[in-house]
């Protein structure tokens, strides 16, 4: 069956499929929500909460798992904030994007990858503290 506007015939539109098209709608409702004045809704928080949408789709749709993309999350949510008035100082904008990259790259990367030795070969079962160098 031929794919519509709406996906597939009985599917419906997935945004794990189109997450793109759904930011970008998302961005569009907020910008015209800021340029008809809806109350809280400022130039400002339709950017910020487009980046926090962007941000948070990538995180959560992107695999292997990527921290850093989980760090952009939490600083367009610090950015969405503060146009609300609730500002984090620098340092505790950097000590908890440090807090985030350190807990998945110990719980999120370091179970989607294997240690090799320095010809790249996969040391199964074990624990590699550092460089294995052969001798």
């Known amino acids: ?12 539109v997935k945004i794990s499929r189109e997450p793109a098209a759904w930011i970008g709608l998302f961005g569009s409702l907020l910008a015209v929500a800021a340029a008809t004045h809806v109350p809280y809704i400022t130039a400002g928080v339709a950017t910020a909460g487009t980046a926090l949408v962007a941000a948070s789709a990538m995180a959560v749709f992107t695999r292997p798992i990527a921290p850093a993309l989980y760090v952009g999350a939490f ?10 008035g609730f500002h984090l100082s620098d340092l505790a904008v950097g000590s908890i994007g440090a807090l985030i990259m350190g807990t ?3 719980f999120g990367v370091r179970p989607q ?3 090799t030795n320095a010809y790249g070969k996969v040391i199964q079962g074990e ?8 001798r």
């Open 1 to 12: 069956m031929p794919a519509g506007p709406l996906g597939e015939r009985g599917k419906g």
């Open 75 to 84: 600083a367009a949510l610090a950015a969405l904030l503060a146009e609300f």
């Open 104 to 106: 998945f790259a110990f």
């Open 113 to 115: 990858v294997d240690p």
């Open 127 to 134: 624990i590699v503290s550092g460089a294995s160098v052969p």
